[in-house]
């Protein structure tokens, strides 16, 4: 049983984003859409990354589109078809970011249950990890943006509480789960799901985004377990 600390449970286990959080993968999908929308004569800012970043392939598409009105001459589809061969020529070079093998190794040497909870789809996760194999086994399960239950993607809770469910001797409260995430959907999606948030926001995301965290933090390497996470 948790201890209740003031209002809320106390903390006991731990859901890690991937993409801008663990793996240093946010700017392979910038450049690609610079790329893309470079054609059009258009450029990509970060007020459009905000929007799409930590959302799943079909929604962020549709933003990046409708969003940069080239939606007459390039479907969110289409958009998605083109990426995917730049992509994956840069997924498999992915590196993990600042602290990230540090927090998961100290966390799972703890025992606290931890796992992933991932807007990308499974092509896209193999290539991302495929050299960080080691480290994502740590991971107690891992839920990906086409989970079949992921109905919606984040800002939906969908893929939080999806993998709330996966812990053995569950149902476990919401309130002990701690997210930690880089984007303004993905933050928005962990307190939908009742969940704590710490943020580890790109500097260029504007600040306006990190009021939704209940902690927001500049890398990995400041986090201190001790002040959020009861090792039961
Ligand atoms: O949920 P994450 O792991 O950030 O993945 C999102 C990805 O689809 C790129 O924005
Ligand atoms: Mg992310």
């Known amino acids: 049983m948790a201890a209740v600390s003031g209002k809320r449970l106390a903390i006991t286990h731990v859901i890690f984003d991937m993409d801008g959080l ?54 969110a589809e289409d958009f998605l078809v083109e990426r995917e061969a730049m992509l ?14 540090r927090l998961i190794e100290h966390l799972h040497a703890k025992g606290v249950p931890i796992c992933l909870a991932t807007g990308s789809h499974r092509r896209h996760f193999e290539l991302k990890t495929q050299r960080h194999g080691d480290l994502f086994k740590l991971m107690h ?54 969940m704590s948030v710490v943020m580890v926001p790109d500097p260029r995301l504007d600040s306006s985004h990190h009021a939704i965290a209940d902690q927001v933090l500049s890398s990995l390497t400041e986090f201190n377990p001790k002040t959020k996470i009861v090792v039961v």
């Open 22 to 75: 663990l793996l240093d993968t946010e700017k392979f999908y910038t450049e690609v859409q610079e790329i893309i929308l470079a054609r059009f004569n258009k450029t990509f800012d970060w007020s459009l990354k905000a929007k799409m970043m930590g959302k799943k392939a079909i929604e962020a598409a549709r933003v990046f589109v409708e969003e940069t009105g080239i939606s007459d001459s390039l479907s």
């Open 88 to 101: 994956q020529k840069l997924f498999p070079t992915s590196e993990l970011m600042p602290g990230a093998s």
């Open 141 to 194: 399960h891992i839920v990906l943006g086409d989970d079949p239950e992921v109905k919606q993607g984040k800002p939906s809770p969908d893929v939080f509480l999806a993998a709330a469910r996966r812990f053995e001797g569950g149902p476990i409260d919401s309130q002990k789960f701690l997210v930690f995430e880089d984007a303004p959907a993905g933050a928005l999606a962990a307190k939908n799901a009742g």
